[in-house]
């Protein structure tokens, strides 16, 4: 859009609800979540397959769904008991459509150390933040088995 088309942005969003991830475990991925970052257990339910396929789109779709909460945000975890045909996404992050969630520690390396029970290995190593407000900082992608990806960002001194 040309700059004299832009002009006051209308929106109806109120507010942000969740960040949803499919997991093949939400248990192990829910406890992860509570015991290594720190979030509180939320509801837990069970989603038909009329409900579920009119909302996703998936013909067939059943899900298994928990949320946990913390530092700010909702995440809901989802397991889909249905369909059959299930894929597995193998991306890296550089790939299109590749998503991450990010959220600040008081050490990578404590983090890592503790979340790698849950299947959770680093994806780079803590790189120290050269440029931008978290210079000084340091950063590293972790990965689970599921592929999912957070990073774990050390703020600058202040």
């Not at 942000?16 to 992860?32: A, I, K, P, Q, W």
Request: glycine residues 14%.
């Amino acid at each position: 859009m040309s700059e004299e088309g832009r002009g006051a942005v209308v929106t109806s969003v109120i507010g942000c609800g969740h960040f949803g991830l499919t997991v093949s475990d939400v248990e192990r991925t829910r406890d992860f979540f509570i015991e290594v970052l720190g979030f509180e257990a939320g509801a837990e339910v069970s989603l038909d397959a009329e409900f579920s396929s009119a909302v996703t789109g998936v013909a067939g779709a059943q899900i298994d769904a928990c949320f946990v909460q913390g530092h700010g945000i909702a995440v809901e975890l989802l397991s889909y008991r249905a369909p059959d045909d299930r894929g597995r996404l193998g991306g890296r992050s550089c790939d299109v459509g590749s998503a991450h969630l990010a959220f600040y520690v008081v050490s990578i390396e404590d983090v890592l150390d503790r979340a790698r029970p849950y299947g959770w290995s680093a994806g780079g190593v803590p790189t120290e933040i050269t440029v931008g407000p978290r210079a000084g900082g340091r950063a590293c992608y972790a990965v689970n088995h599921d592929g999912i990806t957070l990073e774990f960002v050390e703020l600058p001194a202040a």
